[in-house]
């Protein structure tokens, strides 16, 4: 079981900032990584996948990267929007999410 | 335009059971790879079950042997019975599509608003 591990647990950033969220795999998971974005009373948002490509109608701001077992989601300059729980998933012969990092202002 | 509509969740005993609904519309629920993913109560995402697009279907050990995912082709549906609960499967339920991303299944592109179960004496 591939067990996945994000930090920090929580963020205190300002807007305008520039955030970079990471999640580490127990096992490499080469490029089978998503990263999501949720927010309370919604449904879980997908933002990247592949580890580093941008679903559809994700803004350009959103980026990530890494391989294997390190991998990071950067937020170039954070928006009021932005303010949400941010979790990593593998999807490498099975799945799993990361435990979540809370991005709340500062 | 894809949409998932989850249905089913309420109020359960310990012990008992409840099965919940997703309908789907703008796809082919059969064609799919379809997962239900929980989040309890002040904690993170958990997945739970998926179905293939062949039928194989495989769940988190925390289900197993205790919940089923199925589906319904005539109805376009997905289902999850989920029997013997336990206040730890107090949660919202998601069901959510994974169309095949960069030739691999597994991305959650898609999602319903969710349907809370409460197992509670």
């Known amino acids: 079981e591939i067990v996945m591990t994000q930090s920090p647990a929580t963020l205190s950033v300002s807007p305008g900032e520039r955030v970079t969220l990471s999640c580490r795999a127990s096992?490499?998971?080469?490029?089978?990584l998503a990263w999501y974005q949720h927010k309370p009373g919604q449904a879980p948002r997908l933002l990247i996948y592949?580890?580093?490509t941008t679903a559809t109608d994700i803004p350009a701001r959103f980026s990530g990267s890494g391989s294997g077992t390190e991998f990071t989601l950067t937020i170039s300059s954070l928006q009021s929007d932005d303010f949400a729980v941010y979790y990593c998933?593998?999807?490498?012969?099975?799945?799993?999410f990361g435990q979540g990092t809370k991005v709340e202002i500062k | 335009e894809v949409l998932l509509a989850e249905s089913g969740g309420g109020l359960v005993q310990p012990g008992g059971s409840l099965r919940l609904s997703c309908a789907a519309s703008?796809?082919?629920?059969?064609?799919?790879?379809m997962s239900w993913v929980r989040q309890a109560p002040g904690k993170g995402l958990e997945w739970v079950s998926v179905?293939?697009?062949?039928?194989?279907?495989y769940y988190a050990d925390s289900v197993k042997g205790r919940f089923t995912i199925s589906r319904d082709s005539s109805r376009n549906t997905l289902y999850l019975q989920m029997n013997t609960l336990r206040a730890e499967d107090t949660a919202i339920y998601y069901c959510?599509?994974?169309?095949?991303?960069?030739?691999?299944?597994?991305?959650?592109?898609?999602w319903g608003q969710g349907t809370l179960v409460t197992v509670s004496s």
């Open positions: 959510a599509r994974e169309p095949r991303r960069l030739g691999v299944y597994g991305v959650m592109a898609y």
């Open positions: 703008g796809f082919t629920v059969n064609n799919n790879y």
């Open positions: 179905i293939y697009s062949d039928g194989d279907t």
């Open positions: 096992q490499s998971v080469s490029t089978n």
């Open positions: 592949g580890a580093s």
């Open positions: 998933q593998h999807y490498n012969n099975w799945r799993a």
